[in-house]
């Protein structure tokens, strides 16, 4: 098996799973190396659920076809983490922002100068997660149709990545949706909380969008809680006013989670 820090360092697109107080999440993620570690570098907008990872250990996953290098296959790693955050920028700067820029056009137009750092400074504060120790690695099935997805459930260590896929996703609460695996093997998880997730983006990433399905997980059925989107076919780059809508949502995003970390980094000074 190929490395993960092998396989993260020349992929596109990655997942980063956790299991906050209020039950598993995933988020995909640009897949970045920092000082010979898998990390990622979540904008500030991503400030209230970056502060769910309150255990110190994730799951990094590289799962999607389009995303893998040639001749690569999916893989997770499981390990500790830690979490800072680069308020100034620096460490994003000069160690992160050539790598993103090549994966993530929006990085590009919104950093790749220094004019354009300027005027979208709120673009360059980061919350950094970094693997420490990737403690467990393994294989996963690539994820090729609009309905594969990936599980995140508890684990003995840590969150559990399993890509699953479904004959159908409903999103009514209630709706019970039998889940099986994409390698064949049975599903046989112990009662407790599922999340399951996925993600498509745009050729120019001008669209990234995130769709789950949360709720109770027994065996291989999850009974619907909670649910948002669901599978797509490609999607299309926006037109110019939903780019620009996208882009002032963002930008105040990133300014009030700045806002509030520097706010509390001030308070812990006192």
Same mark, same amino acid.
């Given at each position: 098996?190929?490395?993960?820090?092998?396989?993260?360092?020349?992929?596109?697109?990655?997942?980063?799973?956790?299991?906050?107080?209020?039950?598993?999440?995933?988020?995909?993620?640009?897949?970045?190396?920092?000082?010979?570690?898998?990390?990622?570098?979540?904008?500030?907008?991503?400030?209230?659920?970056?502060?769910?990872?309150?255990?110190?250990?994730?799951?990094?996953?590289?799962?999607?076809?389009?995303?893998?290098?040639?001749?690569?296959?999916?893989?997770?790693?499981?390990?500790?983490?830690?979490?800072?955050?680069?308020?100034?920028?620096?460490?994003?700067?000069?160690?992160?922002?050539?790598?993103?820029?090549?994966?993530?056009?929006?990085?590009?137009?919104?950093?790749?100068?220094?004019?354009?750092?300027?005027e979208n400074w709120?673009?360059?504060?980061?919350?950094?997660?970094?693997? #420490?120790? *990737?403690?467990e690695e393994r294989?996963?099935?690539? !994820?090729? $149709?609009? @309905?594969? +997805?990936?599980?995140?459930? /508890? &684990?003995?260590?840590?969150?559990?990545?399993?890509?699953?896929?479904?004959?159908?996703?409903?999103?009514?609460?209630?709706?019970?949706?039998?889940?099986?695996?994409?390698?064949?093997?049975?599903?046989?998880?112990?009662?407790?909380?599922?999340?399951?997730?996925?993600?498509?983006?745009?050729?120019?990433?001008?669209?990234?969008?995130?769709?789950?399905?949360?709720?109770?997980?027994?065996?291989?059925t999850l009974t619907?809680?909670?649910?948002?989107?669901?599978?797509?076919?490609?999607?299309?780059?926006?037109?110019?006013?939903?780019? #620009?809508? *996208?882009?002032?949502?963002?930008?105040?995003?990133? !300014?009030? $989670?700045? @806002?509030? +970390?520097?706010?509390?980094? /001030? &308070?812990?000074?006192?």
């Amino acid at each position: 098996m190929t490395s993960i820090i092998t396989i993260w360092d020349r992929s596109v697109t990655a997942e980063l799973s956790w299991l906050s107080p209020a039950g598993p999440v995933g988020v995909p993620v640009v897949p970045l190396v920092l000082d010979g570690h898998p990390c990622v570098a979540l904008p500030f907008a991503h400030l209230a659920l970056a502060d769910t990872l309150t255990d110190g250990r994730a799951a990094l996953s590289v799962t999607d076809a389009r995303a893998l290098p040639t001749g690569s296959a999916a893989a997770t790693a499981t390990g500790p983490v830690r979490v800072t955050h680069d308020l100034d920028g620096e460490v994003f700067v000069e160690a992160l922002l050539e790598q993103e820029a090549r994966k993530h056009p929006p990085t590009r137009q919104r950093a790749g100068g220094l004019l354009a750092r300027r005027e979208n400074w709120w673009w360059v504060p980061r919350v950094l997660v970094t693997l #420490l120790d *990737a403690a467990e690695e393994r294989p996963l099935p690539t !994820r090729t $149709g609009a @309905a594969d +997805a990936l599980l995140v459930r /508890a &684990g003995a260590r840590g969150p559990a990545v399993d890509v699953v896929s479904a004959s159908e996703w409903p999103d009514r609460r209630g709706a019970r949706i039998g889940l099986r695996r994409l390698d064949g093997e049975p599903l046989e998880a112990p009662g407790g909380d599922g999340y399951v997730f996925s993600h498509h983006h745009s050729p120019d990433f001008g669209v990234w969008e995130r769709w789950h399905r949360r709720g109770r997980l027994e065996g291989a059925t999850l009974t619907v809680a909670d649910a948002a989107g669901g599978p797509a076919e490609p999607v299309r780059p926006p037109g110019l006013w939903a780019r #620009l809508r *996208a882009h002032r949502d963002v930008a105040g995003a990133c !300014r009030r $989670g700045i @806002a509030a +970390a520097e706010a509390r980094a /001030a &308070g812990l000074r006192r």
